[in-house]
T-cell receptor
Framework: AQTVTQSQPEMSVQEAETVTLSCTYD???????LFWYKQPPSRQMILVIR??????QNATENRFSVNFQKAAKSFSLKISDSQLGDTAMYFC???????????????FGKGTKLTVNP | DTEVTQTPKHLVMGMTNKKSLKCEQH?????MYWYKQKAKKPPELMFV???????INESVPSRFSPECPNSSLLNLHLHALQPEDSALYLC???????????????FGPGTRLLVL
């Protein structure tokens, strides 16, 4: 069974600085999807960024980028130029595609609470 | 458009009440999900519907009854709940299978449920 570990329960960063959230996972699969979701205090879970394991290039979305190290099973999220609106709970998640025999299940980490300070 | 809507936003109910949560999406997704989320915890999968048929039930108590009337709607019927069922209930949707991130799940804003 796959597991996802987020080793930082809480982090804080000053506005405009850069912060990196860590995520490691355990799987024997070769092809899979990885996601970072953000859940602000207003509660809606929002997709931040996603990565397909067969793609070597790290995904980027504006100020958000990942460092995907497949061999090390590491999928960290870097937030550049942090903004107050980035304050949220961040969840890392793993999914095996159905096309690869997977199910509909997302495997979540326990989350990292990020606070951006003014 | 990646919008999933949920109603109501808040719900307070007694243990003898019957209520329903509603979820709707118009993205053409054929998989829909119910999750339960406790404070400061990740979401826990409850049910999955694929092509309007129940494909996964994560051993959820029968006081929770899902229903998928059509490809755009998902309901969760609640009856005789317990105080420990108080939580945020999230709905999500995705394609059943595909490429180019089509299996990505998109979440609604949730219904905050309080059982007294």
């Amino acid at each position: 069974a796959q597991t996802v570990t987020q080793s930082q329960p809480e982090m804080s960063v000053q506005e405009a600085e850069t912060v990196t959230l860590s995520c490691t996972y355990d799987t024997s699969e070769n092809n899979y999807y990885l996601f970072w979701y953000k859940q602000p205090p207003s509660r809606q879970m929002i997709l931040v960024i996603r990565q397909e394991a067969y793609k070597q290039q790290n995904a980027t979305e504006n100020r958000f980028s990942v460092n995907f190290q497949k061999a090390a099973k590491s999928f960290s999220l870097k937030i550049s130029d942090s903004q107050l609106g980035d304050t949220a709970m961040y969840f890392c998640a793993f999914m095996k595609p159905r096309s690869q025999g997977g199910s509909e299940k997302l495997v979540f980490g326990k989350g990292t609470k990020l606070t951006v300070n003014p | 458009d990646t919008e999933v809507t949920q109603t109501p936003k808040h719900l307070v109910m007694g243990m003898t009440n019957k209520k329903s949560l509603k979820c709707e999406q118009h993205m053409g997704h054929r998989a829909m999900y119910w999750y339960k989320q406790k404070a400061k915890k990740p979401p826990e999968l409850m049910f999955v519907y694929s092509y309007e048929k129940l494909s996964i039930n994560e051993s959820v108590p029968s006081r929770f009854s899902p229903e998928c009337p059509n490809s755009s709607l998902l309901n969760l019927h609640l009856h005789a709940l317990q105080p420990e069922d108080s939580a945020l209930y999230l709905c999500a949707s995705s394609q059943v299978r595909g490429t180019n991130h089509q299996e990505t799940q998109y979440f609604g804003p949730g219904t905050r449920l309080l059982v007294l």
